[in-house]
């Protein structure tokens, strides 16, 4: 019997290959031992845009446009003025429909989450299969997840409402994208674009920028004290801020009129301010921005690359935790960096947090794991 493991990525196919025994590298897929390990490269297959349902054209008597049912069709790139089915996409669903052709069962190795249910949903649906899959869920690509994910798969109906979830919010995100891009186009003569995400971040940017353009500073005056005795110097500062410089200049009045102050109350206070948890994707842009200038998008790609060669963990995540089997990487990974360890880790030191019951949901759904600049950073 011999089994397709389809993934979302080729550095997560490579993974599992090399667990599996998947050694034999081919174009688009590995191969080995009984297996054949394959890679989606993303979102392979999208729905269709209104031209495929015969709206070219945008009039408001058509509006709104509910496809029933959707239509799905391989990733688009825009060509010219026109979008066109994107060459690599096409590539690449030739490869995985001939390892699903070869083989007698699938396993479903996309991101254990919505998204990653939809992307293999979506490609099986569009390739007409029919084979039977089971599900791996895993939280992060260690060797001992793998194994252990291997080892307790489950059928693939068992995700079905994942599925559903996953395809009722492509639907949705579908429908209001595209029928009020159209209908503010036609409104107001123009090519507009909204959608479910992109319009309210918009709006938090566009009133941002709003409030920052329309403040202007009030001056306000402040009294401060300093004084001393028997070596102790003291700076009291007031509470009070006052409107104008003569309100000020009154209370200083009075002030100065007194012989002397008197400390009415003493408290002493032990604090403690515990390092910031770990990095998530934003954390490290804004990081990596202020320290160094790098945007976004650059610092993603510094980190995928880094990902990619083993020197650093999975860095699209927005979790700010890791699992146990990842914290087992933590010494290995401080080796790679050069810098010494004198004690043994343990889960606390560097703030490097092992994920609890109340904050395993966010690993589950996106890979939540370290990144080595965290160590860098509080090692």
Not at 44 to 66: H, N, Q, T, V, W
Not at 346 to 353: M, P
Not at 366 to 375: A, M, P, T
């Amino acid at each position: 019997m011999t089994t397709c493991i389809i993934a979302e990525k080729p550095s997560v196919a490579r993974d599992i290959a090399r667990i599996v025994g998947a050694n034999s590298k081919q174009d688009g897929y590995m191969e080995g031992c009984g297996y054949v390990v394959t890679w989606a490269m993303g979102h392979l297959i999208a729905l269709a845009m209104p031209e495929a349902y015969g709206f070219s054209a945008y009039k408001a008597e058509d509006l709104p446009i509910r496809p029933n049912p959707f239509q799905l069709v391989v990733r688009q790139v825009r060509k010219d003025k026109e979008y066109v089915s994107d060459p690599a996409a096409l590539k690449q669903l030739k490869v995985i429909r001939s390892c699903f052709d070869k083989t007698d069962r699938i396993i479903v190795a996309t991101d254990a989450g919505r998204e990653g249910e939809l992307i293999f949903r979506y490609i099986y649906q569009h390739l007409g299969c029919r084979k039977p899959f089971d599900r791996l869920w895993i939280s992060s690509l260690t060797d001992k997840a793998i194994r252990e994910g291997l080892s307790n798969l489950k059928p693939g109906n068992c995700y079905d409402n994942l599925y559903h979830s996953a395809k009722a919010r492509s639907e949705a995100d579908w429908l209001v994208g595209i029928n009020a891009s159209r209908a503010l186009s036609i409104a107001h003569k123009g090519g507009y674009s909204l959608g479910r995400v992109q319009t309210p971040t918009l709006a938090m940017v566009c009133r941002r920028y709003i409030e920052n353009r329309d403040f202007s500073s009030v001056p306000y005056w402040k009294l401060s004290v300093l004084t001393e005795k028997e070596g102790l110097s003291i700076k009291a500062a007031g509470s009070e801020d006052y409107e104008s410089e003569a309100l000020a200049q009154t209370a200083l009045a009075a002030l100065c009129s007194q012989s002397r102050l008197t400390v009415e109350s003493v408290a002493r206070k032990v604090g403690s301010t515990p390092p910031p948890l770990l990095y998530d994707l934003t954390a490290l842009q804004k990081d990596a921005n202020r320290r160094y200038g790098f945007s976004a998008d650059k610092t993603l790609s510094i980190a995928q690359s880094l990902y990619e060669k083993k020197i650093t963990t999975y860095p699209r995540t927005g979790s700010r935790y890791i699992s146990e089997d990842v914290f087992e990487e933590v010494p290995a990974l401080l080796r790679k960096t050069g810098m010494p360890q004198s004690n043994p880790l343990n889960h606390i030191v560097g703030h490097l947090v092992v994920a609890s019951p109340r904050n395993i949901a966010q690993l589950v759904a996106e890979h939540g794991r370290y990144d080595v600049n965290v160590l860098l950073e509080y090692g």
